[in-house]
């Protein structure tokens, strides 16, 4: 009897753990594209100059609009893979950071935070310095999507996923 449980018990476990891994492939995010304002003249950043905007180092796009950057709450997926993909760090550190960007005079507030891709939309609508991340499959018709080292999502090698 105890036998018979055991095995039960680890075959719902092996069934269940195969479950949740082919479900997550199913729901593959994709790319992250970046976003900004249709009005906004540059159509390319290299990584540098994305990296140095979201470290607050950039503050102004090419005709001296203030860059605006906007991201996704913390835990989501466009706002993590962004930090760990470009900065190499968490949220923790990224919001330290900015909280001693502020207190030494550097910049007057910390990026904005919003909790859905309508809000994104609205944002950028409302602002021609704009800057965020949206899931490429989800992306907005009316925001322009940057080329990122020459790339955009989808294509090979691009880096944002």
């Known amino acids: 009897m105890r036998t018979t ?10 069934a269940s753990s195969l479950g ?6 199913m729901e593959e995010p994709g790319d992250i594209a970046i976003v900004v304002n249709e009005s906004n003249p540059v159509n390319e950043l290299t990584l540098s100059e994305l ?7 950039r503050r102004f796009w090419k005709g001296n609009v ?20 470009l900065l190499k760090i968490d949220n923790k550190l990224f919001a330290a950071h900015w909280r001693a960007k502020i207190f030494r005079g550097e910049a007057s ?5 919003v909790q859905s891709d309508a809000q994104v939309e609205n ?7 704009g800057l965020a991340f949206m899931r490429n499959r989800s992306r907005a018709a009316h925001v322009k999507v940057l080329r990122l080292d020459g790339k955009l999502p989808g294509d090979d090698g691009y880096v944002l996923k």
């Not at 449980?5 to 092996?14: D, E, G, I, N």
């Not at 507030?109 to 935070?113: K, L």
Request: aromatic share 8%.
């Open 66 to 85: 203030r860059v605006k950057l906007i991201l996704r709450e913390p835990g989501s997926y466009e706002r993590d893979g962004v930090l760990n993909t």
């Open 109 to 113: 507030e910390e990026p904005s935070s």
């Open 20 to 25: 949740v891994s082919q479900l997550r492939h």
């Open 123 to 129: 944002y950028l609508s409302q602002s021609p310095g």
């Open 51 to 57: 990296r140095n905007m979201l470290m607050g180092d």
């Open 5 to 14: 449980l055991y095995t039960v018990t680890l075959f719902l476990m092996l």
